[in-house]
C-alpha cells in the first residue's frame, strides 16, 4: 500500500448511508475514484444491521480525496450522504487488517449457505466480480529435496 505511514489519510468516513447497502453495492459505488483496499460497514453488536456509516479505505491518497470531493452532500438512496477522510484514532491499523472467514460455505451479509457475499440476493446492485486470487507459490516436493541432498551428498 503506497500510504502504509498514513492509513487514515486514504480512509474515507461515509455517514448517512441508506441501511438496506451492503458492502458489495458500496464496493461498486465507491471503486470510482479508485482501487478500493477495503470497506467496512458499521453494524450493529446485536442485531447485526447497518448503522448507516461506513469507512472505505482506498489504495491511494488521492483516490480518497476525490471521493470526499465528488460524493459529500450528495444524494443516495434518497439520502444525503456525508463524506470526510477519517480522522486517526489511534486504531487504523485495526482496521486495515484482512478478515479471515474460516467458515466461507455462508455468505457474510445475510448468513445463508450455497453463495458467497459477492453473489448475494440482498446485494441492491447485483453481484459484484470476487478479487483475483493470488497464486500460490508452489512448494518444492519432500522427495525433490531428499534427492537433491542425497545427491550432493
Same mark, same amino acid.
Given at each position: 500500500?503506497? %500510504? ?6 486514504? =480512509? ?6 441508506? +441501511?438496506? /447497502?451492503? %458492502?458489495?453495492?458500496? #464496493?461498486?459505488? +465507491? !471503486? ?7 470497506? =467496512? ?7 447485526? &444491521?447497518?448503522?448507516?456509516?461506513? +469507512?472505505? /479505505? ?8 476525490? *471521493?470526499?470531493? $465528488?460524493?459529500? %452532500? @450528495?444524494?443516495?438512496?434518497?439520502? =444525503? ?10 486504531? @487504523? =491499523? !485495526? +482496521? ?7 467458515? &466461507?460455505?455462508? *455468505?457474510? $451479509? *445475510?448468513?445463508?449457505?450455497? #453463495? ?5 440476493? &440482498?446485494?441492491? /446492485? ?14 518444492? &516436493? ?5 534427492? /537433491?541432498?542425497?545427491?550432493? *551428498?
Amino acid at each position: 500500500m503506497s %500510504n502504509s505511514l498514513a492509513p487514515s489519510k486514504s =480512509t474515507v468516513y461515509v455517514a448517512n448511508l441508506p +441501511f438496506s /447497502l451492503t %458492502n458489495n453495492d458500496l #464496493h461498486k459505488i +465507491f !471503486e470510482k475514484y479508485g482501487k478500493v483496499a477495503k470497506i =467496512t460497514i458499521q453494524k450493529d453488536k446485536e442485531t447485526w &444491521k447497518s448503522r448507516g456509516i461506513a +469507512f472505505v /479505505l482506498y489504495v491511494e491518497r488521492s483516490s480518497a480525496q476525490k *471521493c470526499v470531493e $465528488e460524493y459529500n %452532500n @450528495t444524494q443516495l438512496g434518497g439520502r =444525503t450522504i456525508k463524506c470526510s477522510i477519517a480522522k486517526d484514532n489511534g486504531r @487504523t =491499523t !485495526e +482496521f486495515i487488517k484482512k478478515k479471515v472467514y474460516k467458515d &466461507k460455505s455462508r *455468505c457474510y $451479509e *445475510c448468513g445463508e449457505e450455497g #453463495h458467497l457475499s459477492y453473489d448475494c440476493q &440482498k446485494n441492491i /446492485l447485483g453481484p459484484r466480480q470476487p478479487p483475483a486470487k493470488k497464486p500460490r507459490k508452489k512448494k518444492l &516436493k519432500r522427495s525433490v529435496v531428499y534427492s /537433491l541432498v542425497y545427491y550432493y *551428498c
